[in-house]
């Protein structure tokens, strides 16, 4: 389990070399170990209309997606930024985890120091919008 964590934040952190970040300099890692062993990468990527900006946790997510594989398979996964304790997802982010990721899937936050925290994604988001109510 150690390992593998390491080995994903490794990832992540290889993931966060590519954030383009030109307004905030903050740059973002965000990768995904799935069952079969495959990683996808995600990174911050912002815009001169700041609201653009995707976060790294959502680019991985969505690119996951549309690389064809299925997020409830993701066993792990790590999110790293520069920050002095594990990075702390936004909102929008923990709302994104939370419909795409499997219940039991690991959630490591990491920095740059070596310090990570793991979490189940119901930990980071209680109470969780999860179901539309369709108007007749
Ligand atoms: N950001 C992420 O990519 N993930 C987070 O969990 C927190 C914030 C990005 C968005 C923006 O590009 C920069 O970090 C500063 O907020």
Redesign the pocket.
Known sequence: MENKILDLINKAKEARER?Y?P??K???G?AALLKDGTYVLG????NVSYGL???????CLFSLIAQGYNPKDVEMFC?I?STSNP????GA?RQVMDELLNPNAVVVLANLKGDYKTYKVSELLPYTFKEIEHAE
């Open positions: 954030a970040v307004y905030s903050f740059k973002v965000a990174c911050n990527v912002e900006t995707n976060c790294a946790e959502r680019t999110v930024g990075i702390s997802p936004c982010c």
